[in-house]
């Protein structure tokens, strides 16, 4: 096999990734993420705005989530999930990186087959009274992540959230993949027939 002076260098930079100089995010990278989140933001606003009381509170089985308690949820969990980057990017890079690739973080965003139950501490509190409330939250925490994803020249892939260990940056898309699994169940919720019109 021969070695090339990129590959050289590249493995280079892999072995010293510890005591190298941080890697900023990719132009692609950069993009690929704020676009999904201005997406996702988008397609939640979208969904949620105009909802009667009674469409917003509207269970389509007993134990399901209403939009409410879907938003609710969100307003409960990404703010969590928020820390754990931030947790993260403080730690020391991680000596091994994962190997998973991006494409399972944005599949977990379309796949509805796989239901998961919240853990406690991110099940909806039950104190959001009305959806305006809850978007004002997330659009004022969507701006604080938009506002790091846009700026930040911290290596991303170097850190690894231990909760689902997977790196940083894929951790970010996967806040963002997360409000879009629950736009679908939004959306799920809205074509029961059952829905109040």
Do not use: N
Not at 9 to 36: D, K, N
Not at 53 to 69: D, H, I, K, M
Not at 79 to 106: C, F, H, N, T
Request: aromatic share 6%; proline share 6%.
């Amino acid at each position: 096999m021969r070695i090339t002076p990129a590959t050289l260098i590249s493995l280079v930079g892999a072995l010293t990734a510890g005591s190298a100089a941080a890697s900023p995010l990719t132009a692609l990278e950069r993009q690929r993420l704020i676009a999904h989140f201005e997406m996702t933001e988008s397609w939640l606003l979208e969904e949620v705005s105009g909802l009667s009381p009674a469409q917003l509170r509207f269970r389509p089985a007993p134990g399901a989530w209403s939009v409410l308690e879907v938003l609710d949820h969100l307003v409960v969990a990404e703010p969590i999930y928020w820390q754990d980057l931030q947790k993260a990017m403080k730690a020391p890079p991680a000596s091994r990186r994962p190997s998973a690739g991006d494409e399972g973080v944005l599949w977990y965003g379309i796949d509805r087959t796989q239901r998961q139950k919240a853990i406690a501490a991110e099940e909806p509190k039950g104190q959001l009274r009305d959806a305006r409330a809850g978007l004002e939250a997330l659009r004022g925490l969507h701006a604080e992540m938009l506002r790091y994803a846009r700026t930040t020249d911290g290596d991303l892939r170097a850190h690894v959230v231990e909760r689902e260990g997977c790196d940083a940056y894929q951790w970010f898309l996967l806040i963002s993949s997360h409000e879009q699994r629950h736009v679908l169940q939004i959306r799920e919720i809205k074509a029961d027939p059952k829905f109040p019109k």
